[in-house]
């Protein structure tokens, strides 16, 4: 048994705008110990997502499908069940860690906190495992801070501290490294790998730079406008990408020399008929813009295209 | 024409009982000439953003001074003030709050047209042309910037720059908010702007590869100070050799 | 726009709002929608009846058309005095936090010695001294009211200002009225709003107190000039509960209508900035 299964996640918000469809029919699946990353640009729905696994979607979003861990369905738990499951069992590093973490508090109490309530530990015993994991990811002494006094990469540590101090099963990834310098995201990186490596969790990275997907993860999805276009080992699918829309993205990519994707984003509200990249796609046929592609298996690499059938 | 910064620095003070001196740039000189692009490089609080605003005119050096045309920025007065103020424009790093929120494409960039005192029934062609050399179609007109993508709010901001004809444009970190394809869009865009209109670019960026694709001569700053100045051919930097590429 | 579209949606549907809009129609519409002549005097002392709903006074006025034409006055100071309050305290707070500098350092220096004035005496020394009137009551109240709004403008405002669509303005070279007018002050319109019905409410609640102090003016019946009568002839002592509880209830109503409209204002505000 795997240990995270999404079956034909969909996700639908409605707005004033229209119903925007902002995930539809995500199937993945999760080993233990496995990484994963699911890169796409802005919109393409992969935070989404993992917002939906932890249910942690605003009330006018309705989800589809189910999610699969260990055995239980996330999405029929009850409100009392799956809050158990957040943090203790599947945890999530946020995007801005200055904004996710409450300015008020010492870092110190926010990293216990989860062990207060999560697992009913006395306060000093709590106290003394949060130390030890704030020295063991480098912030001896930072502990008795206010987030406000430290600079965004530590807070990015005591981020990541929060999320692994209860030595979750999973652990989401959402934009680690969005708005760091260079430097700083490879140290990002590192630290979430040495944490996860040490707790023997699986990892879903959640980026837009392909770049970070490589060095982070095993398996990659790649999404665009809601749905998994291209699926398999990271290596194989950034090196050799079978599907038009990662051949593009490749392409624009700084090293291929900034070759543009023509066209604008669809919108989710009405997205296109047929295959969602073909008005873009330089491949295209004439079934690209009747029916729709399903995402199609040969040895492992997933791609929804009628050209790889 | 060109814009120089003339051994400008910066100082702020810092702290309400021991006044502090925090010195943002120091004895910088750098200068844009028309047509070419001169890349300013260097990582985050290096003074990058600082030297932009006061180039732009937005804020003041603590010394040296800002030229535009021989003339100093401080002399400047009435008709001549106006004259830099056209022409040196500034496209800001994150493309949502560069437009403001409650008035429709449409009316930010009219009002631009307004300001230049050119009449009603000339602005609907201008500004079909100005939509079109930044690839976008008339329906944005009557949207509200949130309800655009980062891109498309990029190419109005660039749009609304470019309606004011200037001969020198500053842009700080105009893709660093973007996707990797939107930001090759935005930057293929910058290129065929400068080779079809002449302008000069002042480009800044944290990113090596995107400096090395858009300028002729770099400039890089470390604490305030230039450790670079030259083409960018012989620009070879610290960070790039631990800069992460794609292996392929 | 932000903050309009919700609030707009969600106004018609707020009790308070509704409240407030059937005051003010009664204030407009009282010559027609009264019954009496609030100045014609009747038997006095009546209790409710069917000619006269709420009864009369000790001189023999219908309550019902006292309350109505009533309205007019409370209202009218309340709004006007807020509307002078806001005008001053946007304008002050707006140029001291777009142009910083010596405009700041001035126009808040001046701010802080309006706060250090204590304004409801000095409203009474005023209205004591000089010859009150509505007109008289609402220019002084509005001329002292000012200096919290003012403060919290400014502060919104030196937040605006440094957005960077308020710098692409400056860049592009548009006048700083024009920035004030179109960039900055509907960006901070959010705040004055919400402020500008609490001052409603505060001002109509010191135009009742100082008219029940009898320092009102006498020849404009107001609400509060009506509890004041009720209470200097007899009504409490009486009994007459007709005489003293409607206006006391009409203005509990009005003030509680504002609160909460200014609260739904805040709310709609809050909402759009978890939306965004």
């Known amino acids: ?10 996700v639908r918000f409605d707005t004033p705008a229209g119903s925007v469809r902002a995930a539809s029919d995500v199937s ?29 979607l605003p009330e006018n979003a309705s989800v589809t499908g189910s999610v699969i861990y260990r055995g239980m369905d996330l999405l029929k738990m009850s409100e009392r069940e799956i809050s158990r499951i957040r943090g203790r069992e599947i945890a999530i590093v946020f995007q801005n860690p200055s904004a996710a973490l409450n300015p008020v508090h010492r870092i110190l109490d926010q990293v216990s906190e989860p062990l207060l309530i999560h697992l009913g530990i006395p306060k000093r015993r709590a106290v003394h495992e949060a130390e030890g994991l704030l020295r063991a990811l480098g912030l001896n002494g930072a502990g008795r801070l206010y987030p406000f006094q430290l600079s965004g990469g530590m807070n990015q540590r005591a981020m990541i501290a929060c999320s692994s101090i209860l030595r979750p099963k999973i652990l989401m990834a959402d934009e680690p490294t969005k708005g760091l310098d260079q430097s700083m995201v490879k140290n990002a990186l590192e630290l979430i790998e040495s944490v996860r490596s040490e707790s023997g969790a699986s990892l879903i990275m959640i980026t837009h730079d392909l770049d970070v997907a490589l060095s982070s993860s095993d398996r990659i999805a790649v999404m665009y406008c809601g749905e998994i276009v291209e699926m398999g080992r990271t290596e194989d699918v950034l090196c050799n990408p079978d599907h038009p829309y990662t051949k593009a993205l490749r392409e624009s990519m700084p090293d291929r020399g900034f070759r543009p994707i023509p066209g604008n984003t669809p919108s989710m509200i009405d997205p296109p008929e047929g295959c969602r990249f073909h008005p873009r796609c330089p491949f295209k046929m004439k079934i690209c813009s009747r029916e729709r592609p399903s995402l199609n298996n040969s040895c492992g690499r997933y791609v929804r295209c009628w050209r790889c059938i | 024409m060109y814009l120089r910064a003339q051994n400008v620095s910066k100082v702020y003070q810092e702290g309400l009982l021991f006044r ?39 804020d003041h050096p603590s010394s040296g001074a800002v030229i535009f045309n021989g003339i100093d920025l401080r002399e400047m007065r009435g008709h001549v003030f106006t004259e830099f103020r056209r022409s040196v424009q500034m496209v800001f790093q994150d493309p949502e709050s560069s437009l403001n929120p409650i008035k429709t494409i449409g009316r930010s960039l009219r009002e631009v047209l307004d300001l230049l005192r050119i009449p009603g029934d000339e602005q609907a062609g201008i500004i079909k042309e100005a939509l079109e050399v930044v690839g976008l179609s008339e329906e944005v007109l009557c949207r509200f910037p949130r309800q655009l993508s980062g891109g498309q709010n990029q190419r109005i901001a660039l749009a609304r720059a470019l309606l004011l004809n200037p001969r020198i444009l500053i842009l700080d970190e105009p893709t660093a908010s973007l996707d990797v394809s939107v930001q090759a869009q935005i930057l293929n865009l910058l290129k065929e702007i400068q080779r079809r209109r002449g302008i000069g670019y002042l480009y800044i960026s944290h990113h090596p590869a995107v400096m090395r694709f858009v300028s002729n001569s770099v400039c890089e700053l470390h604490n305030g100070m230039v450790t670079f100045r030259g083409p960018v051919e012989k620009w070879e930097t610290g960070a790039e050799a631990g800069a992460r590429s794609t292996s392929t | 726009m932000s903050c309009g579209i919700s609030a707009k949606r969600s106004l018609p549907s707020n009790p308070g709002a509704l409240i407030f809009l059937a005051f003010l129609l009664i204030a407009l519409l009282s010559p027609y929608l009264a019954p009496h002549d609030p100045w014609k005097r009747y038997e006095p002392y009546l209790g409710p009846s069917r000619d006269h709903p709420l009864g009369t006074n000790d001189m023999g006025n219908d309550i019902l058309s006292e309350l109505m034409f009533g309205s007019r006055v409370s209202l009218g100071v309340g709004l006007g ?32 010695i309006f706060l250090m004035i204590p304004q409801i005496p000095l409203v009474i020394v005023v209205a004591a001294f000089l010859k009150p009137s509505a007109i008289m009551i609402t220019l002084i109240m509005g001329l002292l009211w000012w200096t919290s709004l003012a403060r919290i403008v400014r502060s919104r405002v030196l937040q605006v200002r440094e957005m960077a669509f308020v710098e692409a303005a400056k860049v592009i070279g548009f006048p700083d009225r024009h920035i004030i007018l179109t960039d900055v002050l509907p960006n901070t319109i959010h705040v004055i709003m919400p402020k500008f019905m609490l001052t409603v409410a505060s001002a109509m609640i010191a135009e009742a107190s100082l008219s029940f102090l009898g320092l009102g003016d006498p020849n404009a019946k107001s609400w509060g000039m009506m509890i004041n009568f009720a209470f200097s002839r007899g009504g409490f002592l009486n009994g007459c509960w007709w005489w003293y509880m409607p206006p006391g209830i009409c203005i509990t109503l009005s003030v509680l209508s504002l609160v909460s409209m200014s609260m739904l204002l805040e709310e709609s505000r809050e909402d759009e900035h978890v939306a965004s």
């Open chain 2, 20 to 58: 502090r001196r925090r010195c943002v740039l120091r004895d910088v000189t750098v200068e844009i000439e028309e047509g070419h692009t001169l890349g300013l490089f260097g990582p985050s609080g290096s003074g990058k953003t600082t030297l932009a605003r006061i180039l732009a005119g937005l």
């Open chain 1, 28 to 56: 993945l699946v999760l080993e233990e110990h496995d990484t994963l990353a699911i890169v796409g640009e802005t919109g393409c729905g992969k935070s989404v997502i993992a917002n939906a696994i932890l249910r942690l």
């Open chain 3, 81 to 112: 005095a807020a509307i002078i309050a806001t005008l001053m305290g946007t304008i002050i707070g707006a140029s001291a936090g777009y142009f910083r500098g010596w405009m700041d350092e001035v126009l808040m220096g001046i701010t802080d």
């Open chain 1, 1 to 10: 048994m795997s240990l995270l299964e999404l079956r034909g996640l969909s």
